[in-house]
């Protein structure tokens, strides 16, 4: 049944991929000729950015931190609203293809290689992170079984989404990312209906037994120190929506391809909403797991990720397994496919136009998608012998160092009009991470303070401040 689901699902996304890339252009790879509708941008952009950690991992978190990830989720609103009016009307304004050819008009040619260069690697690196749970999911409830190794589990599904995307690019995104949206929620939710209907409870009785749980506190003002306090993850939460959102050329290429600045703003505001009820969900699923666990006179000793997957594996051998099992394959597939093929688009995008400055060249892009495929291979490869952490952590982990100087060089352009010494940005932009980490360190052993999702400030006023110095010191 699993087999037979994805395999239709491949189908369907063939099929949008076909008619979506008919007369296809670099023009259309790279902006979808700038005609697409607002409103299926904004529904297909919910699956892209939730992606297949956050179907994993966000349940797992009440284990851990009850539903204070709200917290962080309420300051990604405002931090679309602060894309949407600030960052948005700047690139509309600039014509921009690539966002970070404003790094170049405005600080010079070595900055704007050295962002597209950060993103190249924070991008990859965050993408194999989110890519590597559809594959561990699959191997688990599928090829494991049919003695299929990992290796090649990993290399057919990245080759299924160069097959989609190779000719349309991102215009091709814009309508199977709406496909992978509607098939994401509508799995959580058939899940959601079966867990309430295995614990015997009338929805009315399991809204109010979540919400009056211990695991359903979301604020915590209380504890400064803590890393669930609530303004280090409000504010924390706004300025990773302006990094991985507004400063990352996966999350704005399909924006920009809005035929206007209000559509594209209207775009942006309705899908940030939609963020905290559709956190909401996958967080009651979470406490809704756990009372499932308890009832059935189970330990809840598994970690925060294998939560839900653990109850899956629990329906085995019941008539209910393939069901269960389906819906959850369903489901990461969706979500992390819808994060994966973008990613792969705005990687060759950077590289064909920012990196070797040839957006027409349609031979380059073809060999450039192809090989982006080659290395996200290895990438989740290489993340599977090293992985040791939470997903959702360790995607926020490395947006911590490596989009920390992003977070830096843009702010330093809009909110100064001082010019840079433009050969100096590549070393402050390598710097201010190696300082990020001593800093962390120090704080750590020796004043017991643990940084969370704040290292990303921290990182971004190190790259501004050392900007400063350099003009300073050219002067």
């Not at 669930?228 to 990773?240: A, E, L």
């Not at 750590?444 to 704040?454: I, K, L, R």
Request: aromatic letters at 14%.
């Amino acid at each position: 049944m699993i087999i037979a689901i994805v395999l239709f699902y491949f189908a369907l996304l063939f099929a949008v991929s076909r008619w979506s890339s008919r007369r296809a252009t670099n023009e259309s790879f790279y902006r979808a000729d700038r005609r697409s509708p607002w409103y299926m941008v904004a529904f297909g952009m919910v699956g892209a950015s939730i992606s297949g950690v956050t179907f994993v991992s966000v349940p797992g978190m009440v284990l851990n931190s009850q539903m204070t990830y709200l917290q962080t989720c309420m300051g990604f609103v405002l931090g679309y609203v602060t894309v949407a009016f600030v960052l948005l009307p700047l690139y509309y304004r600039l014509n921009l293809t690539s966002i970070y050819a404003y790094l170049g008009q405005r600080l010079g040619r070595r900055s704007h290689k050295t962002g597209s260069a950060f993103f190249l690697l924070s991008k990859m690196v965050g993408a194999a992170v989110k890519f590597y749970v559809v594959c561990i999911i699959l191997q688990r409830f599928v090829f494991d079984q049919i003695g299929v190794p990992f290796v090649f589990t990993v290399a057919g599904l990245v080759m299924l989404i160069w097959l989609y995307t190779r000719k349309g690019g991102v215009k091709t995104l814009v309508w199977t990312d709406s496909l992978q949206t509607l098939c994401l929620f509508g799995a959580l939710l058939l899940i959601i209906y079966n867990v309430v209907d295995d614990l015997g409870l009338p929805w009315g009785d399991a809204v109010r037994k979540v919400s009056q749980s211990d695991l359903s506190r979301v604020f915590v003002f209380d504890d400064w120190v803590s890393r669930q306090n609530f303004w280090k993850m409000f504010v924390s939460g706004m300025f990773i929506v302006v990094v991985m959102t507004g400063l990352d050329q996966d999350m704005m290429q399909k924006n920009l391809t809005c035929r206007t600045l209000r559509e594209a703003q209207k775009d942006m505001c309705c899908y940030g909403l939609a963020f905290l009820p559709a956190n909401l969900l996958f967080l009651s699923l979470g406490v809704l797991l756990v009372f499932w666990y308890q009832q059935h006179g189970m330990s809840v000793s598994v970690m925060g990720d294998e939560l839900l997957p653990a109850y899956i594996q629990s329906a085995a051998g019941s008539s209910l397994f393939s069901l269960y099992s389906s819906l959850f394959v369903l489901g990461i597939v969706a979500a992390s496919f819808s994060s994966a093929d973008s990613a792969l688009t705005s990687l060759t995008t950077i590289y064909c136009v920012d990196i070797r400055e040839r957006p027409d060249d349609e031979r380059l892009r073809k060999v450039v998608h192809l090989a982006m495929c080659v290395l996200f291979v290895l990438f989740i490869l290489l993340f599977k012998t090293v992985n040791s952490t939470s997903l959702i952590d360790a995607i926020y982990l490395i947006v911590s160092y490596t989009y920390g100087p992003l977070l830096g060089m843009f702010a330093f352009g809009l909110l100064t009009r001082r010019a840079v010494n433009d050969h100096i940005v590549p070393y402050i932009a390598v710097a201010s991470p190696l300082v990020c980490y001593a800093i962390d360190w120090l704080a750590a052993n020796v004043a017991d303070y643990h940084f969370g999702y704040e290292l990303l400030m921290l990182n971004g006023m190190l790259t501004f401040a050392g900007l400063w110095l350099t003009k300073l010191r050219a002067s």
